[in-house]
């Protein structure tokens, strides 16, 4: 019992610590994602953000075909808004 609290403690230090890392506007959709909260479209476009190290435009010019979220990513369009 005593060895789960600590391992959902150091989880949630390790949410805390990867939130507190990225860029301020990124927070609350990552936030969202890992606590369950998000849509599968925002979860997607929070992994996707955080793959191409917060870059959106890197998000759009993404051709990695072989990965299994590439048709589903966000900012498809150089002008594809955060919402
Ligand atoms: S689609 Fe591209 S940006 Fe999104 S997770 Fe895959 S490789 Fe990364």
């Known amino acids: 019992m005593k ?3 600590k391992k ?3 989880q949630k230090m390790s949410i805390t610590d990867k ?3 990225m860029p301020k506007i990124y927070r609350n959709s990552y ?3 890992v606590s369950g ?3 599968p479209r925002n ?3 929070a992994f996707c953000i955080e793959c191409m190290g917060y870059i959106r435009s890197e998000v759009t010019k993404c051709e990695t075909i072989d990965c299994p979220l590439n048709l ?3 900012y498809g369009k ?3 808004s955060d919402d």
């Open 3 to 5: 060895k789960e609290r």
């Open 8 to 10: 959902k403690k150091e």
């Open 31 to 33: 936030l969202s994602a």
């Open 43 to 45: 979860a997607i476009k």
């Open 37 to 39: 909260k998000a849509t």
């Open 78 to 80: 150089a002008g594809d």
């Open 72 to 74: 589903y990513r966000p």
């Open 19 to 21: 939130a507190d890392s």
